[in-house]
């Protein structure tokens, strides 16, 4: 690998599985695996919410002790478009190990080709990945007490809690991609050169 007049790497060549889709440094490979399991955790309950839309009732009941179903177009474009939304959002994790994180595509209008600047994707990416923390922490405070919700069986609760339960890896998860991330953008590369060897002189000082 060479290294620009700025101390930057050179982008490696295309075909070296260790530079992880030519970024302009090497990914590690446990932030590029993680990176891309981050829609996995979110996949589970939007599938689960899309049953609704399907005539479903996901073994819910209401108030009443009678199942629930969701009618209309307009929820059910609703489920549809959360559900879509929230996979779209955690897809935006694989900019952290890729060069569309790194170069602003050249398709986008007005700034493709730009150089993105590191703390313009660390700093939405850390807020981001608190307020998750935070979001699921809080809405699923009591998804394993007894009365959150009511359902015909244990097996739709546990399918229920157990969809959405890995959302709670969603924000650690991209807290630590977006360190990653920062780290391989910020930190200066040194280049190393061999010490020269010295030779052994004589008594008279000459080699």
């Not at 070296?16 to 440094?25: E, F, I, L, N, Y």
């Not at 307009?74 to 694989?94: M, Q």
């Not at 780290?183 to 010295?198: A, C, D, Q, S, Y």
């Given at each position: 690998m060479g290294f620009t007049p700025a101390g930057e790497a050179h982008q490696p060549a295309p075909?070296?599985?260790?530079?992880?889709?030519?970024?302009?440094?090497?990914?590690?490979?446990?932030?590029?695996?993680?990176?891309?399991?981050?829609?996995?955790f979110v996949l589970p309950s939007s599938l689960w919410?899309?049953?609704?839309?399907?005539?479903?009732?996901?073994?819910?009941?209401?108030?009443?002790?009678?199942?629930?179903y969701v009618h209309g177009f307009?929820?059910?474009?609703?489920?549809?478009?959360?559900?879509?939304?929230?996979?779209?959002?955690?897809?935006?994790?694989?900019g952290l190990v890729q060069r569309w994180g790194e170069i602003v595509p050249t398709w986008i209008p007005f700034i493709g080709g730009r150089r993105v600047a590191p703390y313009a994707a660390v700093i939405p990416a850390t807020l981001g990945g608190l307020a998750l923390i935070a979001l699921w922490a809080y809405a699923m405070r009591n998804a394993y007490t007894e009365g959150f919700l009511f359902f015909t069986s244990t097996f739709w609760q546990y399918l229920m809690v157990g969809s959405y339960s890995l959302l709670h890896l969603w924000g650690p998860a991209l807290l630590a991609v977006t360190w990653a991330y920062h780290?391989?953008?910020?930190?200066?590369?040194?280049?190393?050169?061999?010490?020269?060897?010295?030779i052994p002189s004589d008594a008279s000082g000459r080699p």
């Open positions: 075909g070296d599985a260790r530079t992880m889709q030519a970024t302009a440094r090497p990914v590690p490979r446990w932030a590029h695996r993680l990176a891309h399991a981050i829609p996995f919410r899309l049953g609704f839309v399907f005539g479903s009732s996901m073994g819910m009941l209401d108030e009443t002790g009678q199942e629930t307009g929820p059910k474009l609703y489920i549809v478009g959360l559900s879509l939304f929230l996979e779209a959002l955690a897809l935006t994790s694989l780290r391989r953008r910020t930190t200066n590369l040194v280049r190393r050169t061999p010490r020269k060897m010295r």
